[in-house]
């Protein structure tokens, strides 16, 4: 167990944003402002393909964070009735009599060690952790839901599964690009460009869909 990156993630929550979706779009914009700076600047393709990379690690980096951050959101405003039976499938792990011991030397609470433990790299894992803390398919949900701007139909928007395969690309991508660089593998702008505005689609729709979970499951002693 690495204590050690265990607090530095809690140091880094804390210094963002308590909303994940907005903690998320501020990590968003950064990247994506600079890219479309550089592009009106004229900038050659070789410099947008070499900005659009670094684009879409930020992007999943971002991504991975407002699942993370969504799932700490859980532990600290939900009733723990809502999730205290969900804990083993969530962190099924046993911990050693040392490892007991650091953990309550450096303060780090039990709820901190699960939020820690997953990694959202992939939408196999987002659809596994959410499905078990929502207790309905999160990804079916995410694909039946649309929204819209208040008396404005024609900005009606929705999540397909197209746009969660896009997403899945987008990680792999991602992958690829950090671990494995192939100066041969080629993808127009266009498509990444096209594969990031899905990926923002299935976060802003996981958005709506747990920020009315957490509306329904708010602890009492927070309304007060």
Known sequence: MDIDKIIENK???????????SAFVELYQATDKAFKEVVDLGASIETQE?????????????????????????FKMCQPSTFEKK???????TYKIDDLVEIYVNKIHPLELIANSHSF????????????????????????LKWRQKDKPETEA??????????????????LLIHNPNKSLKTSIEIIEDQINSACGVV??????????????IDPELKS
Do not use: G
Request: hydrophobic share 40%.
């Open 11 to 21: 140091k880094a929550r804390n210094s963002r944003n308590n909303r994940p979706i």
């Open 50 to 74: 070499t900005l659009i990379k670094n684009h879409v690690i930020n992007i999943v980096t971002a991504i991975e964070v407002y699942y993370r951050d969504m799932l700490d959101s859980v």
């Open 87 to 93: 804990l083993k499938k969530l962190h099924d792990r």
């Open 121 to 144: 790299q992939n939408t196999n894992t987002i659809d596994k952790i959410f499905t078990i803390i929502i207790d309905k398919p999160f990804l079916k949900q995410i694909r039946q």
């Open 158 to 175: 929705e999540a397909t599964q197209e746009d969660i395969l896009a997403l899945q690309d987008l990680f792999e991508y991602r992958h």
């Open 204 to 217: 802003m729709a996981s958005d709506f869909i747990m920020s009315q979970y957490l509306n329904d499951n």
